[in-house]
């Protein structure tokens, strides 16, 4: 009985995690969530505004080519929960960003964190309460 | 003298249990009531930043947020209700959602945002921050007047029974979704809500959704939210510039439609 319960929570814990990117990107389409990617790379701008705020980044791919990246995030409003404001990123800071790219192979994904200049990390934030580890 | 004494001894008997009664018949109570000072917290305050924890949601029933196309278990549909939802969830799947239409009361219920009560002489007011939407939910005893106008909030009463706040709305115009999967509302939409405050952080609504045009039977979602006491309300308000430039960014970008301005809003 104990193990179903606990493995009914994952399963709704599952979803909730699914449904995120589906939230994010209201469009229908969705992210690859399996396969969260890491790149690192040079802020050029960084867009505080809803419904979605955005952080476009440089970063250089295989063959040395920059690709200029569209991350979305969530709500200014989730985002402040988790640690943000609006001058958390400027144009030109260094930084390591962790998000789950487009299905589509565009340049586009949805984040997960992000490893700030001086080191510090600030995740993405969460949508409603998240089940205790 | 005695006669006298023995008289005003009823009267006086008579009066406080007349007094008793007009008490009980002004709390609508007919079950056992919560001793605030035993328990640390007062069940019939609900005032606070409530945040929605969706994982405690009892297994089996219809999840409002499993949103990956294929929702299971669904609602007891009729024909006329599974048409309407085909039709919604393909509506979404274009990414037409992208509007500010208010997203009726259960919508904003299921959105995993939170929202704030704030409580005054003859209402509860929620404020759900996703979109900025508002809610009033009378307390003065009224019933829902039969004339109302149809709108996308509905028409809200509540009524203590016990420590249970029950709550009643009709009055919805139809244009709404239950929820973001697409579940329809129409106009015949009768929702019931059970409101308990469980512990100091714990509030658990039970939603019975009796719409007979779309469904064929009553059905309920069990929901929870958690106090935020360290919490302000964000702004978030909904705006067509701002959606649009969303698209621009982001959609675009990502070769995605977005949403079609050149037409008109939905019906």
């Known amino acids: 009985m104990k193990s179903k319960l606990i493995k009914g929570f994952g399963l709704i814990a599952g979803l909730l995690i699914v449904c995120v990117p589906m939230f994010a990107h209201h469009g229908g389409s969705d992210y690859d969530i399996?396969?969260?990617?890491?790149?690192?790379?040079?802020?050029?701008?960084?867009?505080?505004?809803n419904p979605h705020c955005?952080?476009?980044?440089?970063?250089k791919d295989d063959s040395n080519k920059v690709v200029n990246w569209t991350i979305e995030t969530l709500a200014p409003a989730v985002l402040r929960r988790a640690g943000w404001?609006?001058?958390?990123?400027?144009?030109?800071?260094?930084?390591?960003?962790?998000?789950?790219?487009?299905?589509?192979?565009?340049?586009?994904?949805?984040?997960?964190?992000?490893?700030l200049p001086d080191g510090s990390e600030l995740s993405g934030g969460a949508l409603g309460e998240q089940p205790q580890q | 003298m005695r006669n006298w004494f023995l008289g005003s001894t009823i009267a006086l008997a008579v009066a406080l249990a007349f007094l008793a009664v007009a008490r009980a018949q002004t709390d609508h109570s007919g079950a056992a009531k919560t001793d605030a000072k035993a328990t640390g917290f007062d069940p019939h305050d609900l005032a606070g930043i409530w945040n929605p924890a969706p994982f405690m949601q009892p297994i089996g029933e219809v999840n409002p947020l499993d949103l990956g196309g294929h929702p299971n278990p669904l609602p007891p549909f009729t024909p006329a209700g599974e048409a309407a939802y085909l039709a919604n969830a393909k509506f979404i799947a274009a990414g037409a959602v992208l509007d500010c239409d208010p997203f009726g009361v259960s919508r904003n219920f299921f959105t995993p945002r939170p929202f704030e009560i704030l409580l005054t002489r003859d209402r509860l007011v929620q404020h759900f921050e996703y979109y900025d939407n508002w809610r009033e939910i009378w307390t003065d005893g009224r019933k829902i007047p039969a004339d109302v106008d149809p709108e996308y909030m509905g028409y809200?009463?509540?009524?203590?029974?016990?420590?249970?706040?029950?709550?009643?709305?009709?009055a919805y115009n139809g244009k709404a979704f239950l929820t973001w999967q697409g579940?329809?509302?129409s106009e015949s939409m009768h929702q019931t809500e059970r409101w308990q405050r469980l512990d100091q952080d714990t509030l658990k609504i039970v939603f019975t959704f009796d719409d007979p045009k779309n469904y064929a039977k009553p059905w309920s979602i069990t929901f929870f939210w958690k106090l935020r006491k360290d919490w302000v309300m964000d702004a978030h308000?909904?705006?067509?510039?701002a959606i649009k430039e969303y698209d621009d960014r982001v959609n675009h970008a990502d070769k995605l439609p977005g949403r079609d301005y050149s037409k008109p809003e939905k019906k």
């Open chain 1, 34 to 49: 399996q396969h969260p990617r890491t790149l690192k790379g040079t802020v050029t701008e960084f867009f505080w505004s």
């Open chain 1, 54 to 59: 955005q952080v476009f980044l440089d970063s």
């Open chain 1, 85 to 115: 404001s609006r001058e958390t990123l400027h144009p030109g800071d260094q930084i390591t960003i962790t998000f789950v790219p487009s299905k589509k192979g565009t340049p586009v994904g949805m984040l997960r964190k992000v490893v």
């Open chain 2, 156 to 170: 809200s009463i509540g009524r203590w029974d016990g420590d249970t706040f029950v709550v009643d709305s009709a």
């Open chain 2, 183 to 185: 579940f329809p509302i």
């Open chain 2, 237 to 241: 308000p909904c705006t067509l510039s």
